[in-house]
Nanobody
Framework: QVQLAESGGGLVQPGGSHTLSCSTP?????????MAWYRQGSGGRRELVAQ???????NYAESVKGRFTISRNNAENTVFLQMNSLKPEDTAVYYC???????????WGTGILVTVSS
């Protein structure tokens, strides 16, 4: 299990922007892992929002394409989720995920709440 620390949650108005961050002290794990953000709304299942691979590839849920951008800073072991044009249905607990390509072990952050509301 790799330690992950998320930050940046809070209340955002519809149409606004917000950025989440997730970092780990484990440089080797970060460099060799896919990093992703998942989310879980009230009463819903946890779903993939965006993923970034070590090679620079990305993929996104259809519901966030064109609005969200995932990026990673390998020097700082940090992955970001830039969220634009936020909608009330984006309200959820967002979880950082690390998929270690060496072991295929998954690590999760504790989750951070983003609320989109006026």
């Amino acid at each position: 299990q790799v330690q992950l620390a998320e930050s940046g949650g809070g209340l955002v108005q519809p149409g606004g922007s917000h950025t989440l961050s997730c970092s780990t002290p484990d440089n080797n794990a970060f460099r060799l892992s896919a990093m992703a953000w998942y989310r879980q709304g009230s009463g819903g299942r946890r779903e993939l929002v965006a993923q970034s691979t070590p090679g620079g590839g990305t993929n996104y849920a259809e519901s966030v394409k064109g609005r969200f951008t995932i990026s990673r800073n390998n020097a700082e072991n940090t992955v970001f989720l830039q969220m634009n044009s936020l909608k009330p249905e984006d309200t959820a607990v967002y979880y950082c995920n690390l998929d270690d390509f060496r072991t295929r072990a998954l690590s999760w952050g504790t989750g951070i709440l983003v609320t989109v509301s006026s």
